[in-house]
């Protein structure tokens, strides 16, 4: 029998919804900071998906990311907002995508509260550049995958399950409801 297929003996199914699926969102798009952003329409090279840094997670869970103005992105947003985000924190966990709405802004407050150095790499011209927009993403729904006692433990107990030849499952996965 396959191993992986066997019924563990501890809860490794944890659905989280309102405060508790922010405060996952939070974690683990802290933990990754860059996501793979999607959008459902393609008119560029990415085929619609493209690296980007969150910048900031709002206590209700949106999620803040700057792009230049006339990009693909911008466009393929204006068409459809529907997106989908995926992350990757480390190699076993921090693990998650969300569905949400996308919505452009040119708050100036926005771009100042959400500015940092590192961002002039892409708008010379500092936090005052003409090209700087502001998304927006209100997730509405995702999954997560992560461990339940961090990655130490989750490794010690994966390297202590080869040994003694037993699923040692430290993991935890479960639908995020915002």
């Known amino acids: 029998m396959n191993s992986t297929k066997i019924k563990q003996e501890d809860e490794s199914k944890k659905d989280l919804d309102a405060a508790e699926a922010v405060k996952k969102i939070k974690e683990l798009a802290d933990q990754a900071n860059i996501c793979f952003f999607c959008t459902e329409s393609s ?22 990311f700057v792009s230049p103005k006339g990009s693909d992105k911008n466009k393929e947003i204006t068409s459809n907002p529907s997106v989908r985000l995926y992350f990757h924190g480390s190699a076993h966990s921090d693990l998650m995508y969300l569905i949400g709405e996308a919505f452009l802004h040119k708050d ?34 995702g999954y997560y995958w992560d461990s339940k006692h961090g990655n130490m433990v989750a490794t010690i107990k994966m390297v202590v399950g080869s040994v003694i030849g037993k699923t040692i499952d430290d993991s935890v996965e479960g639908t995020l409801k915002v």
């Open 108 to 141: 100036r407050s926005k771009i100042n509260d959400l500015w940092n150095p590192f961002l002039k790499t892409w708008f010379t011209e500092g936090k005052d550049d003409p090209r700087i927009s502001i998304i927006k993403v209100q997730p509405s729904e």
């Open 43 to 64: 008119t560029g090279q990415t085929k619609g998906a493209r690296p980007m840094s969150v910048l900031k997670v709002d206590d209700d869970g949106t999620l803040w």
